[in-house]
């Protein structure tokens, strides 16, 4: 690790909090408080995102080693939000929701593997692999 590293990093980390904190107030705007839509939506959308760059990575030369850290490590590290995950479940069990934390769980872990795997389709397809 170097310090130019490690400021990439932080760049891309500002930039995915950022983006995090721009869905998850919308979605509370626009949904309210009832269901976890935004971190939902984060954890999803960054796990189509990593899958993808991480398949680019690999199958091209478009993306040298600095972008794939702010990239990977940065940004899609600052959007997605596994410890805000794991709170809002635990909390909805402790509140006698736990219908509920197994729906959020079982459709978040669903998903983001989803989407992980579409983000790897993707890659390859932009790639031509």
């Known amino acids: 690790m170097n310090t130019n590293q490690l400021a990439w990093v932080c760049v891309g980390g500002a930039v995915g909090s950022g983006l995090r904190f721009v869905v998850t107030s919308w979605t509370l705007a626009r949904y309210g408080t009832s269901f976890p839509y935004g971190t939902l939506a984060v954890n999803v959308v960054g796990s189509l995102l990593l899958a993808l760059l991480f398949e680019l990575s ?38 006698g929701h736990a219908r509920t934390a197994v729906v959020y769980g079982s459709v978040t872990l669903v998903g983001c593997l989803a989407a992980g795997v579409l983000g790897i389709m993707f890659g390859r397809m932009i790639s031509g692999r």
């Open 58 to 95: 690999r199958s091209t030369t478009w993306l040298g080693p600095t972008l794939q850290l702010a990239l990977g490590a940065g940004m899609m590290g600052g959007l997605t939000t596994y410890s805000t995950f794991n709170l809002e479940v635990v909390r909805y069990v402790q509140d």
